[in-house]
């Protein structure tokens, strides 16, 4: 049996979604925030009380009138959500409450990337978690590529990674599963997640760097993720960062690919065979060959970083991803790196470093789905 989702006015949707990001909220707050009257407010709330989304938890004198006002939450239980991140060779899932706190978590071995053998795959993991978590209501899949919304509908318009051109992956798992699903790049979900429920949550602006098998961007303007027309926006791994170097594999030299994915660290440290993590490994022991390939990344990083504030100009820059090593071992280098290409600019940097967990990558899908129930 599918636990659906029920269409909610702009009223009680826009009331739980200031409720999900800033956490505990009075009716006063929220009516203010919204421009609400005190009776719009009250039949919104009504409704989202009455569906189990928000419940009250006592009173607080807030604001200048010095009237208590109750005090609302986002419940859980009621409704629960599945996230899945897809790799390459590896599926990530997680169910989170309404307010995207993690209650299962579960990975596997992808078995084959043909696009009905993957959604079948997820159609037995939701099978599997439905049975301790019979309120799910929603799944959101997050994956490397480029999706975009065609006529209406979510397409996964090209992923490299898995081999994928033109797949509504969307309706394929929908169709199997029962569930209302969304799909986006991965990065831009993650970004979303931590715009409401980590580093940027309630930032009007945010970038989210991520360094890994990859380079990669998501970007919070104006209060919402932007995907750029084709769904491409943050292909910033072959922006061009230091003159010279070696050859990133599609010609060019000097760009971020050249020195920052955690495979081509290891091919310029020389370490023919290694792995990442012993390259890490040999260069906090201090290792010439591979201290000199994570300086070269750091530098590669501090351009990347200086390059997105003078695109973007955000409040704040997350960085995150199975290769923060980087960041670690090759501090300096970044920071000279960042403080030469910013200059003149000397406005204060914030610069959040988010621990890497594939968990977080599949709570992203499932933020995902609330985001886009939500219509956002």
């Known amino acids: 049996m599918t636990h659906t989702w029920p269409a909610l006015p702009d009223g009680s949707r826009l009331a739980l979604r200031e409720i999900l ?34 419940v009250e938890v006592g009173t607080d004198v807030r604001g200048a009138t010095g009237r208590p006002s109750e005090l609302l939450q986002v419940s859980s239980g009621a409704w629960e959500f599945l996230g899945v991140k897809l790799t390459k060779d590896r599926l990530y899932a997680a169910v989170t409450d309404l307010g995207g706190r993690i209650l299962a978590l579960h990975e596997e071995v992808m078995t084959s990337t043909v696009p009905e053998d993957v959604a079948a795959q997820i159609t037995a993991v939701t099978a599997q978690l439905r049975q301790a978590h019979p309120a799910l209501c929603a799944m959101g899949v997050s994956l490397p590529g480029d999706v ?10 090209a992923s490299v990674f898995l081999g994928w051109a033109d797949v509504p992956f969307a309706r394929m798992v929908s169709e199997r599963t029962g569930l209302a699903t969304f799909t986006a790049n991965d990065v831009h979900a993650l970004t979303a997640k931590e715009h409401w429920f ?31 027309q084709n769904g491409r926006l943050g292909r910033i791994g072959h ?15 000097g760009c971020a690919s050249s020195f920052l994915p955690s495979p081509v660290i290891v091919r310029n440290s020389g370490h023919v065979g290694a792995t990442y993590d012993e390259v890490v490994e040999l260069a906090r022991d201090g290792d010439a060959p591979a201290l000199a390939a994570f300086v070269d990344a750091g530098r590669a990083l501090g351009v990347v970083l200086a390059s997105v504030v003078h695109v973007t100009d955000p409040s704040a820059i997350v960085l995150t991803g199975d290769g ?3 960041y670690d071992i090759a501090r300096s280098a970044v920071d000279d790196a960042l403080r030469g290409a910013l200059e003149p600019n000397t406005d204060a940097l914030t610069i959040e ?5 594939f968990s977080e990558w599949a709570r992203a899908g499932a933020v ?6 939500l219509q956002e």
């Open 148 to 157: 975009l919304v065609r006529s209406g509908e979510p397409i996964v318009a």
């Open 198 to 228: 980590g580093a940027g949550a309630g930032r009007e602006s945010m970038a989210l760097v991520t360094v890994g098998e990859g380079v990669g961007l998501g970007l919070i303007a104006n209060g919402q993720v932007s995907t750029g």
């Open 324 to 326: 923060l090593p980087v």
């Open 353 to 357: 470093v988010q621990p890497f967990e």
């Open 239 to 253: 922006l061009p960062v230091l003159g010279g170097g070696p050859d990133c594999g599609l010609g060019h030299r």
């Open 368 to 373: 995902l789905a609330i985001r886009g129930l």
């Open 21 to 54: 990001i800033h956490g505990v909220l009075s009716r006063a707050e929220i009516a203010r925030s919204l421009g609400l009257s005190r009776a719009s407010l009250t039949r919104a709330m009504r409704l989202l009380v009455a569906h189990g989304m928000v």
